[in-house]
C-alpha cells in the first residue's frame, strides 16, 4: 500500500458525459501528478499540481482539467467524454518536487 | 522532450534463473530513474530508483545500473521467484522537469 487513495475505483458512463476522479496523497506529500495508462499509449503525464498550483503540463486535452484543494487532495475533471477516454486513471504523489512518486491505486474507467 | 525506450517487451526465465531489462533514454539532461513493478490490476510500485551520481545501486536480489555516456539504465533481478511476475516499467526524469516518462513496459514471467 503507497498510502496513495483514490476513488473510485471503477466508473462507468456514456459518451458526452462528465466524471470527476478524486485523489488523495500521502500524507505529507505536496506533489500530485495524474497520469493516464491505455493499451496503446502506455502510461502518460498528464498533469502535476504542488501544493494547490499547477506545475507542469503534459499530454493533457482541453476537455481534461484538474486542481488541488486546501487539503492537498486533487481532484481530475474529464469532460464531454469519448471512446478513447477509456483507461486507467493513475495518481501520484511525492513529498517535493523532482522527489519519488508514489502510486495510487487507479481509477478504470470505461466509457460506453 | 524525453523519450524512453524498453527492451524486451517480454521476457520468461525460469525460477532462480535472472533476468534483465534494459532501458535508453534520449534527454542526457534526465539525472533521476526510478523502475515500477505493476501487478495486475494494481497501480505501479516502485521498487527501486536511482540518481545520476550514482552508477550502480542494490537492494537484495534487485539492482540498478545506469550508464550515463551511453545513456542506458537497467534492472536486474536475481534468483527470481513467482512473485516476480508482473509488467516492468523504467522511466526517467529531467533535471527541472518533475513529470516522468514511462517506457514501454516488459511483461516478465517465471516459470516455475
Known amino acids: 500500500d503507497s498510502g496513495v487513495t483514490q476513488t473510485p475505483k471503477h466508473l462507468i458512463t456514456a459518451t458526452g458525459q462528465r466524471v470527476t476522479l478524486r485523489c488523495s496523497p500521502r500524507?505529507?506529500?505536496?506533489?500530485v501528478y495524474w497520469y493516464q495508462q491505455s493499451l496503446d499509449q502506455g502510461l502518460q503525464f498528464l498533469i502535476q499540481y504542488y501544493n494547490g498550483e499547477e506545475r507542469a503540463k503534459g499530454n493533457i486535452l482541453e476537455r481534461f482539467s484538474a486542481q488541488q484543494f486546501p487539503d492537498l487532495h486533487s481532484e481530475l475533471n474529464l469532460s464531454s467524454l469519448e471512446l478513447g477516454d477509456s483507461a486507467l486513471y493513475f495518481c501520484?504523489?511525492?513529498?517535493?518536487?523532482?522527489?519519488?512518486?508514489?502510486f495510487g491505486p487507479g481509477t478504470r474507467l470505461l466509457v460506453l | 522532450g524525453e523519450n524512453v525506450e524498453q527492451h524486451p517487451s517480454t521476457l520468461s526465465v525460469q525460477e532462480g534463473d535472472s533476468a534483465v531489462i534494459k532501458c535508453t533514454y534520449s534527454d542526457s539532461a534526465s539525472n533521476y530513474f526510478p523502475w515500477y513493478k505493476q501487478e495486475l490490476g494494481k497501480g505501479p510500485q516502485l521498487i527501486i530508483d536511482i540518481r545520476s551520481n550514482v552508477g550502480e545501486k542494490k537492494d537484495q536480489r534487485i539492482a540498478v545500473t545506469l550508464n550515463k555516456t551511453a545513456k542506458h539504465f537497467s534492472l536486474h533481478i536475481t534468483e527470481t521467484q513467482p512473485e516476480d511476475s508482473a509488467v516492468y516499467f523504467c522511466?526517467?526524469?529531467?533535471?527541472?522537469?518533475?513529470?516522468?516518462?514511462f517506457g514501454t513496459g516488459t511483461r516478465l514471467t517465471i516459470i516455475p
Open positions: 501520484a504523489s511525492s513529498v517535493d518536487r523532482d522527489q519519488t512518486q508514489y
Open positions: 522511466a526517467a526524469m529531467g533535471f527541472g522537469n518533475e513529470k516522468l516518462t
Open positions: 500524507s505529507g506529500d505536496l506533489s
